[in-house]
């Protein structure tokens, strides 16, 4: 089984300008999310879909940050613009469904804004 | 929403010497009670888990034990190795919401 696949792998940007992740689920999962973690910390979640529906975007800071997941299976994250504070890996994980118990993560994307 | 505390945040043990992690929840509506290891650099992975109906869950090293009265859960590792050195998140849960994960105690094993 292909796990969850994340592009790019790292990025580099200046504060202030655009960047956007992408990430491919495990064939069949309907459940996707996008969490952030910033360095010695924990995984924050940033946004949960259920298919191509949001479920929970309550800590998406939504005047900078976007997310979308056409057709239920790919998803892209959005940060425009960015800020200094956005530094971190951006995880992207898949499950079955809302229900199913664990999930699995992407290798991640590690965003660095100088 | 979920609190979630974790104890010690930094743990160092002898090879050979056991570990063990407290998680702390605030939402009695979780059922749901898994721990990932991550290693630096790379992405978080389950490596036990446990539902509510059962109190205690084990794997060869490692085991899970569920107190639900008291809202605590606790990671132990016995018989620790070296490539048991990791940070551990715990996340606890009801189904059909996302994982909520604490910050993370960091387990340095010295041989």
Do not use: M
């Not at chain 1, 924990?42 to 191509?52: A, D, T």
């Not at chain 2, 043990?13 to 290693?39: H, L, M, R």
């Amino acid at each position: 089984e292909a796990g969850v696949a994340q592009s790019p792998r790292y990025k580099i940007i200046e504060k202030r300008q655009s960047v956007a992740f992408w990430c491919n689920p495990i064939s069949g999962h309907a459940t996707l999310y996008w969490y952030q973690q910033i360095l010695g910390q924990g995984p924050k979640l940033l946004i949960q879909f259920q298919n191509n529906g949001v479920v929970d975007d309550s800590q998406l800071p939504k005047d900078r940050f976007s997310a979308e997941r056409l057709k239920g299976v790919d998803s892209t994250l959005k940060i425009q613009p960015a800020k200094l504070e956005d530094s971190a890996v951006y995880l992207c994980a898949s499950s079955l469904d809302p229900g199913a118990y664990g999930y699995t993560f992407g290798s991640g994307t590690r965003l660095t804004v100088v | 929403g979920e609190n979630v505390e974790q104890h010690p945040s930094t743990l160092s043990v002898q090879e050979g010497d056991s570990a063990v992690i407290k998680c702390t929840y605030s939402d009695s509506a979780s059922n749901y009670f898994p721990w990932y290891k991550q290693e630096l650099g790379k992405r978080p992975q389950l490596i036990i888990d446990i539902r509510s109906n059962v109190g205690e869950k084990k794997d060869q090293r490692i085991a899970v034990t569920l107190n639900k009265t008291a809202k605590h859960f606790s990671l132990h590792i016995t018989e620790t190795q070296p490539e048991d050195s990791a940070v551990y998140f715990c996340a606890p849960n009801r189904a059909g919401t996302a994982l909520i994960f604490g910050k993370g105690t960091t387990l340095s094993v010295s041989s």
